[in-house]
Nanobody, 123 residues
Framework: QVRLVESGGGLVQAGESLRLSCAAS????????MGWYRQAPGKQRELVAK???????NIADSVKGRFTISRDNAKNTVYLQMNSLKPEDTAVYYC?????????????????WGQGTQVTVYS
């Protein structure tokens, strides 16, 4: 089994910062991309940021310059530092990891998701 556990969400005022963490655990052989997605009420889930195992990042235009993604491969953990938060950043944030489980072929990578953490920004 594989688990992704997120932490760090909360209620903050516009302009403040939050740091989200997501730790993957279980029978993991290797992790490819790790990332963060968000879903606001009535909207589709969207990519916020993702990072490859080598550290290459892809950041959504809406958060570029304010959010930073990083990861600790030794801990199977990905972080999202969110600065200068805006009310429009309010959403449930989901961690994602594309990984290969122990005992499976390298080509059998799959996406796994965390349970989500609420981020609410008020003006």
């Amino acid at each position: 089994q594989v688990r992704l556990v997120e932490s760090g969400g909360g209620l903050v005022q516009a302009g403040e910062s939050l740091r989200l963490s997501c730790a993957a655990s279980g029978s993991i052989f290797s992790i490819n991309d790790m990332g963060w997605y968000r879903q606001a009420p009535g909207k589709q889930r969207e990519l916020v940021a993702k990072i490859s195992s080598g550290g290459n990042t892809n950041i959504a235009d809406s958060v570029k310059g304010r959010f930073t993604i990083s990861r600790d491969n030794a801990k199977n953990t990905v972080y999202l530092q969110m600065n200068s938060l805006k009310p429009e950043d309010t959403a449930v944030y989901y961690c994602n990891a594309n990984l290969v489980r122990v005992g499976f072929l390298l080509s059998s990578n799959h996406d796994y998701w965390g349970q989500g953490t609420q981020v609410t920004v008020y003006s």
